[in-house]
């Protein structure tokens, strides 16, 4: 069983950054795959971004190249989200998830078996 819960959502302008956080806790945080994944009002759950085990391979969905970055940190039980160059489309509930059934390209939710509580990105135009 793992425990997870995502911090550093807010408010920010387009083009702003911000860094969401995903502690884990229970057990070894270092044998799961960890993903980001997003769903704003009315749509589906998204795949943002999946990290592998000891941190060496990242996957990004298309829409977030080159300004979102994926790390972990085993020692802390956490793993990041790097957003950068916000825009408004990118406003959404963020969820971190933990899977040991695959690796970083597994983009489907139903891959991965604990998820956090969520915390809301809000981008203003």
């Known amino acids: 069983q793992v425990q997870l819960v995502e911090s550093g959502g807010g408010l920010v302008q387009a083009g702003g950054s911000l860094r969401l956080a995903c502690a884990a806790s229970?057990?070894?945080?270092?044998?799961?795959?960890m993903g980001w994944f997003r769903q704003a009002p009315g749509k589906e759950r998204e795949f943002v971004a999946g990290?592998?085990?000891?941190?060496?391979?990242?996957y990004y969905t298309e829409s977030v190249k080159g300004r979102f970055t994926i790390s972990r940190d085993n020692a802390k039980n956490t793993v990041y989200l790097q957003m950068n160059n916000l825009k408004p489309e990118d406003t959404a509930v963020y969820f971190c998830?933990?899977?040991?059934?695959?690796?970083?390209?597994?983009?489907?939710?139903?891959?991965?078996?604990?998820w956090g509580q969520g915390t809301q990105v809000t981008v203003s135009s």
């Open positions: 229970g057990r070894a945080f270092s044998a799961y795959t």
């Open positions: 998830a933990a899977t040991d059934r695959g690796g970083p390209r597994s983009t489907r939710p139903n891959a991965y078996d604990y």
């Open positions: 990290i592998s085990v000891i941190g060496t391979s990242n």
